[in-house]
Each structure stands twice: as C-alpha cells, then as structure tokens.
Nanobody, 114 residues
Framework: QVQLVESGGGLVQAGGSLTLSCAAS????????MGWYRQAPGKQRELVAY???????RYADSLKGRFAISRDSAKNTVALQMNSLKPEDTAVYFC????????WGQGTQVTVSS
C-alpha cells in the first residue's frame, strides 16, 4: 500500500509564494513519474507539472515560469515551488505518482486572496 501525503498548502496573498511537498510511504518500487495536479471548484482536475525519474519535466503551459517542480527520488518526495501566485491558482492540489499503478494524495488546499 502506497500513501502520498501532501503538505504546505494554505492562504496567501496574490503575488506571494508557497511550496508544496509530497512524501510517499509504503511499498514503493520506483516511481517513474511524480507530479502535481489541481482542481478548482466546479472545474476538472488538471495537470500542474510532473517530473520523471530521468529529471525531465512538463508544466501546464499557463504555469511555466511561475511554478517549479523538483524531486528527491531517493526519498520519494516531490515539491512544487509556486511563485507570483494569482487568485486563479486557488484550488486543491493533489500529489500524483506512477509506477505500475497510479497513486493520489488526499490533496492540500491553496487559497490565493486578491
């Protein structure tokens, strides 16, 4: 059983920064991909960013330049540095990891006030 636990969400003013962290525990083999998705009220869950074990990354086009993803494969952790936050970044952010299966965290709320 693999568990992903997110931390670091909260309330921040527009223009501020937050760093989200996700730690995996349990019967981990090796995650090919670790990443972040988000879901705003009334909207579908969408990709924020992911990072492969090779180090290659992919970001949602609208977030390039403001968000940065990193991982520590030895520790099975992934982080998301979010800068210049906007009210439209308000959402529940979910950690995601993929080996032979796909795993999701419970989510952490990020609220950006204007």
């Amino acid at each position: 059983q693999v568990q992903l636990v997110e931390s670091g969400g909260g309330l921040v003013q527009a223009g501020g920064s937050l760093t989200l962290s996700c730690a995996a525990s349990g019967s981990i083999f090796s995650f090919d991909v670790m990443g972040w998705y988000r879901q705003a009220p009334g909207k579908q869950r969408e990709l924020v960013a992911y990072i492969r074990s090779s180090g290659s990354t992919r970001y949602a086009d609208s977030l390039k330049g403001r968000f940065a993803i990193s991982r520590d494969s030895a520790k099975n952790t992934v982080a998301l540095q979010m800068n210049s936050l906007k009210p439209e970044d308000t959402a529940v952010y979910f950690c995601n990891a993929v080996d032979f299966r796909e795993y999701w965290g419970q989510g952490t709320q990020v609220t950006v006030s204007s």
